[in-house]
């Protein structure tokens, strides 16, 4: 059965539609989990955030778009993978290329959340190193201040301060620019 069937019967809750969703793309979510976690989620953080990916989208059926079914997994796993590592790191995280799932799937919101993820890669790309480096592996790679300042060979504190004041910039960069914070 192609996504598209699979989708429309999945808006009308049909349960072995979802259980065949669940077997043909588990796999798919579970690789794209571990890819956003970049292993810093356990096994059973990875299993978990992939049933959550599948309860997320039996709950939000309705805002599938049947011939994108697979997209939206990917963007529900990815979402969720980030929330699980924020969680399991008891840190907040900047989601540059995060799509907020539960908004309606227009074409403007996408080209939206884009522009917004070019915006911070082009104006973080311009911060000096290492503070460049503090905020990629930050943000990007989930480590916290102490790996960081481990890698880097540096103070936590110093860590901490290079942070802050970066994402300072990043904010200033941003409201700069027209964007409300």
């Not at 810093?40 to 978990?48: A, N, P, R």
């Not at 049947?66 to 924020?86: F, M, P, Q, V, W």
């Not at 000096?128 to 102490?146: A, K």
């Amino acid at each position: 059965m192609n996504d598209h069937r699979l989708a429309k019967r999945l808006k009308s809750k049909d349960q072995k539609a979802f259980e065949k969703i669940i077997e043909k793309y588990t796999p798919l979510v579970s690789t794209v989990i571990y890819n956003t976690s970049k292993g810093s989620l356990t096994k059973e953080d990875i299993e978990e955030t992939v049933t959550d990916v599948f309860i997320t989208l039996w709950n939000n059926a309705d805002n599938v778009i049947e011939d994108k079914l697979k997209g939206y997994l990917c963007r529900i796993a990815k979402t969720r993978a980030l929330n699980k590592i924020s969680a399991v790191n008891a840190h907040p995280l900047l989601n540059i290329d995060d799509f907020d799932f539960q908004d309606d799937f227009s074409i403007s919101a996408e080209v939206e959340n884009k522009q917004l993820a070019n915006e911070l890669r082009e104006i973080i790309s311009k911060i000096q190193m290492p503070d460049r480096e503090i905020i990629v592996r930050y943000y990007y790679y989930s480590q916290n201040t102490t790996q960081i300042a481990k890698v880097m060979n540096l103070n936590p504190n110093t860590v901490k301060t290079k942070l802050r004041r970066s994402r300072d910039k990043i904010k200033t960069k941003l409201i700069e620019r027209g964007y409300t914070i």
